[in-house]
T-cell receptor, first 112, second 114 residues
Framework: GQQLNQSPQSMFIQEGEDVSMNCTSS?????WLWYKQDPGEGPVLLIA?????ELTSNGRLTAQFGITRKDSFLNISASIPSDVGIYFC????????????FGGGTRLMVKP | DAGVIQSPRHEVTEMGQEVTLRCKPI?????LFWYRQTMMRGLELLIY????????DSGMPEDRFSAKMPNASFSTLKIQPSEPRDSAVYFC????????????FGPGTRLTVL
């Protein structure tokens, strides 16, 4: 089963609103990544985080690597219709080779 | 530059038939991953290769599944015989040297087994 708990499972917001989602685990991860998946496509990497406490931005997206190494957060500011999709967190553990563990995803819907 | 290429994009087959999914990773990438995505189980890693060598196949569901990577530019995932519960979207992903956790995904193959 999935080791990463992602919440919320879905969000329906108004265009222009800010969005927050998070990913938690009982295990420690050395790397956190956030992906977005559009309908009918594969996930696309948005942000990669490599250090506890790290805060990284990519345009309107900001992600943080939790200080405990057991969680990560993604914020989207001033949402627009093209933000619609499924957002996945993924973590990599020490000594796990190059394997990633994925969360269950947050489905974002934006009302124009 | 071309991304990860997968074929076919859609496959509909009958139970018991053999299915072969194909993947061409991004040129120069040295890791290749096969995933399966379903509503119930999300994204599951099936197997991954490094420099064409299988490293971990613990996610392969059962002996009906097999994967090969005969060279750096081609990999296949085969299901024989296929079953309805194999219906899912299968993704291939590759990573460049030195950034092995930044995976680039292909568009996926949607498999339906009737």
């Amino acid at each position: 089963g999935q080791q990463l708990n992602q919440s919320p499972q879905s969000m329906f917001i108004q265009e222009g609103e800010d969005v927050s989602m998070n990913c938690t685990s009982s295990s420690i991860f050395n790397t956190w990544l956030w992906y977005k998946q559009d309908p009918g496509e594969g996930p696309v990497l948005l942000i990669a985080l490599y250090k506890a406490g790290e805060l990284t931005s990519n345009g309107r997206l900001t992600a943080q690597f939790g200080i405990t190494r057991k969680d990560s957060f993604l914020n989207i500011s001033a949402s627009i219709p093209s933000d619609v999709g499924i957002y996945f967190c993924a973590g990599q553990k020490r000594n796990a080779g190059n394997m990633l563990t994925f969360g269950g995803g947050t489905r974002l819907m934006v009302k124009p | 530059d071309a991304g990860v290429i997968q074929s076919p994009r859609h496959e509909v087959t009958e139970m018991g038939q053999e299915v072969t999914l194909r993947c061409k990773p991004i040129s120069g990438h040295d890791y290749l991953f096969w995933y399966r995505q379903t509503m119930m189980r999300g994204l599951e890693l099936l197997i991954y290769f490094n420099n064409n060598v299988p490293i971990d196949d613990s996610g392969m569901p059962e002996d009906r599944f097999s994967a090969k990577m005969p060279n750096a530019s081609f990999s296949t995932l085969k299901i024989q015989p296929s079953e309805p519960r194999d219906s899912a979207v299968y993704f291939c992903a590759s990573t460049p040297p030195g950034a092995a956790n930044e995976q680039f995904f292909g568009p996926g193959t949607r498999l339906t087994v009737l």
